[in-house]
């Protein structure tokens, strides 16, 4: 059995992004992929803070800032969740 080890530059064609387009599956914007990193990063920090002061409020706040993107497939919506999420954070650290 012989192998091709040539390297291959793999390029996308339109097709297949319309295919896919059509079941309903899209890439997310660059927008919608920093506002996630941005709020699970908020959230591992806060649960971090939380755990470490046993204070049960910023743990569960955390714990949705790192779990609600998933749930969220709108950008805009992200980011006014994460937003308010982040505020009610703010509020409530010290």
Not at 63 to 91: D, E, H, N, R
């Amino acid at each position: 059995m012989a192998y091709d080890f040539e390297f291959r530059k793999s390029t996308v064609s339109m097709n297949e992004l319309q295919s896919l387009s059509a079941l309903g599956l899209e890439l997310p914007s660059p927008a919608y992929l920093v506002g996630v990193v941005l709020f699970s990063l908020i959230g591992f920090v806060a649960y971090r803070r939380g755990r470490s002061s046993k204070r049960s409020m910023l743990t569960w706040t955390g714990v949705a800032l790192m779990l609600y993107p998933y749930a969220v497939p709108q950008t805009w919506l992200l980011w006014v969740v994460g937003a308010a999420l982040s505020g009610w954070l703010y509020l409530r650290w010290n």
